[in-house]
């Protein structure tokens, strides 16, 4: 099985600031890699699929890169509301998840 | 617009099993496979399984394999996941998820089992 690793597993920071998560698969994985977003209570929610497209409807503050192993996750400039929980998934073999990433507000 | 809506919340005592559905709406259902993943509280998600339910093909994780079963029913839209021989670790909140260019665009809104004695 593919595993794949987030760091960091949580974050403090700021409205406005800049923030990047990454993520690391076990093997080659491609571009098939997916970010989702999950506020608490509620499922979570598409940004970004096959490692660097926008979902319909995210705002473009979001942004994914990275192919092969390593991938990183970018809110360029963060909002109230970007304040959650992001996991990365490879669809590459089956569709294991990283253990998620905790944003919060510093 | 397209929605997935799953069945209400379930208790379960250790050893049995529970069935999911998931009904769609809004797509063509055999058009995209069906994923199911789970998430325990205050956990991270889990992915259990895929299903084609144009063909009825289905994959497992491996560490479901022999307990996770997921069918459909297309004349009414419908999916299933049933887990079995149940334990208090499989209390969970679960989710089905529509499957689109090798992601899951649109969600559930979640059915909690709770495993209890």
């Known amino acids: 099985d593919i595993q794949m690793t987030q760091s960091p597993s949580s974050l403090s920071a700021s409205v406005g600031d800049r923030v990047t998560i990454t993520c690391r698969a076990s093997q080659s994985i491609s571009s098939y890699l997916n970010w989702y977003q999950q506020k608490p209570g509620k499922a979570p929610k598409l940004l970004i699929y096959?490692?660097?497209s926008l979902q319909s409807g995210v705002p473009s503050r979001f942004s994914g890169s990275g192919s092969g192993t390593d991938f990183t996750l970018t809110i360029s400039s963060l909002q109230p509301e970007d304040f959650a929980t992001y996991y990365c998934q490879q669809s590459y073999s089956t569709g294991s998840f990283g253990q998620g990433t905790k944003l919060e507000i510093k | 617009q397209v929605q997935l809506v799953q069945s209400g919340a379930e208790v379960k005592k250790p050893g049995a099993s529970v069935k999911v559905s998931c009904k769609a709406s809004g797509y063509t259902f055999t058009s995209y496979d069906i994923n199911w993943v789970r998430q325990a509280t205050g956990q991270g998600l889990e992915w259990m399984g895929w299903?084609?339910?144009?063909?009825?093909?289905?994959g497992y994780a491996q560490k479901f394999q022999g307990r996770v079963t997921i069918t459909r029913n297309t004349s009414i839209s419908t999916a299933y996941m049933e887990l079995s021989s149940l334990r208090s670790e499989d209390t969970a909140v679960y989710y089905c998820?529509?499957?689109?260019?090798?992601?899951?665009?649109?969600w559930g809104q979640g059915t909690l089992v709770t495993v209890s004695s």
């Open positions: 998820a529509r499957y689109r260019v090798g992601s899951s665009d649109y």
């Open positions: 299903m084609n339910p144009n063909s009825g093909n289905t």
């Open positions: 096959a490692a660097s």
